[in-house]
């Protein structure tokens, strides 16, 4: 006899430290848990995910190759629709590891992964595979065919949790009953090292490739030039009071748009950190004495480091998170932003930093049990039931 066969799927591997650093703590928890089992992801970056974590992985998505826009479309999905469900069906378990799943914040068509995860479940409800989404984000998704498919994926789910209230209110307002837990990012429950106190008056500004919401395409070069615009402004007034600004990212795509800032400040004037790991992030949010990110899971690991943060808030979710963290004054608006306004605000929470530190390292002590405790519920509903399989 040999242990059960667990999937791991996401947009994994791919650049995103966010989603990589959700990986990290469930494939933690599943090696703990569950040692005998045989574990495989399907992920966008399944070379990197092989290498990094040393388990078989295979490609999220199949490429068409080439032909007509629409014809390749139709291919891969067909190819995918296939791929996805044979893999289900070799899986006891497939377990989705965070991450913003059931969001509709990213330029994305229905065919893409609203589609894998409606096959995915729909493949385990067909083979009688458990499929778990463990602390998943969900939003409003206004169009009409990717809300209907990202519903009946998370309906047809064996387990769901949700990593904040409000995630579960929008999945209720679309149609899902849901009587599912909420628990706090599992990217809190990241291990973090020990590290040396951060250099004085020192600032990192966490820059992302935002050009709106799925629903605003047809604006997003000018939402994108324009972010690019304001980050500037806010860089060039940090600097203008004498912090030194590091320039960080959390996504592959995040590089461009820090090498556009830092142009337009002057490359000299700042230094660009582009971290490749979650590890590497967390020490990049860890080594200053405060932050100020666009990008979620940005603000989500400095909250883990007890870094204070100010969130530049695109989606609810970040609101969530910073309430969460008893620092919810700290979130600015993306749309609508003020350089002014939020460079007076770093200078207040810079002057306030021990305060503010202090009450980040009480609430994640708070935190961290809540988070144990899904994670054990989540390893006995989920990992410890799945039955042992021939060898």
Same mark, same amino acid.
């Given at each position: ?133 463990? =602390? %998943? +984000?969900?939003?409003? @998704? ?8 990202? $519903?009946? /994926?998370? !309906?047809? *789910? ?125 020490? =990049? %949010? +860890?080594?200053?004495? @405060? ?8 603000? $989500?690991? /400095?909250? !883990?480091? *007890? ?85």
């Amino acid at each position: 006899m040999s242990g059960p066969r667990i999937g791991l799927l996401g947009r994994l591997g791919s650049g995103n430290l966010g989603n990589d650093a959700s990986l990290e703590v469930v494939l933690d928890l599943v090696r703990r848990r569950r040692p005998d089992a045989r574990v495989e992801v399907m992920c966008s970056g399944p070379r990197v995910v092989a290498e990094r974590h040393a388990v078989p992985a295979v490609a999220l998505h199949h490429s068409a190759g080439h032909g007509p826009a629409a014809w390749r479309v139709l291919v891969g999905v067909v190819v995918d629709t296939v791929r996805i469900s044979a893999w289900v069906r070799r899986q006891d378990v497939v377990i989705v590891p965070g991450m913003g799943t059931l969001e509709s914040t990213l330029h994305e068509r229905a065919w893409q992964m609203p589609w894998t995860l409606f096959v995915m479940t729909l493949s385990g409800w067909l083979w009688r595979t458990r499929v778990a989404l463990v =602390a %998943v +984000g969900a939003g409003a @998704v206004p169009e009409p065919v990717q809300r209907r498919l990202l $519903v009946a /994926a998370a !309906r047809m *789910a064996g387990f769901r949790s949700f990593r904040d209230e409000q995630s579960r209110e929008e999945m209720r307002r679309m149609g899902l009953r849901s009587r599912d837990p909420v628990v706090p990012d599992v990217v809190l429950a990241l291990a973090v090292p020990e590290r040396p106190a951060p250099p004085a008056r020192s600032v990192g500004v966490g820059v992302m490739a935002w050009s709106g919401s799925n629903g605003e395409r047809g604006r997003a070069a000018e939402l994108a030039a324009a972010y690019v615009v304001e980050m500037g402004r806010v860089v060039t007034l940090l600097l203008e009071r004498g912090f030194a600004v590091s320039l960080l990212v959390g996504d592959d795509d995040d590089v461009p748009v820090a090498r556009q800032v830092a142009a337009a400040v002057g490359e000299d004037r700042v230094t660009l950190v582009l971290p490749t790991t979650p590890a590497e992030l967390v020490e =990049a %949010v +860890g080594s200053v004495e @405060v932050v100020v990110a666009t990008r979620y899971h940005n603000v $989500v690991g /400095a909250l !883990r480091c *007890a870094t204070p943060v100010v969130a530049l808030c695109y989606a609810p979710k970040h609101h969530a998170v910073m309430d969460m963290m008893g620092v919810g004054e700290l979130c600015h608006d993306l749309r609508g932003l003020e350089a002014g306004r939020l460079v007076e605000q770093v200078e207040d929470v810079h002057a306030r930093r021990p305060a503010v530190r202090a009450g980040l390292v009480r609430r994640l002590e708070e935190v961290r049990p809540v988070l144990e405790e899904h994670l054990d519920a989540v390893a006995g509903r989920v990992l410890l039931a799945a039955p042992e399989v021939p060898a």
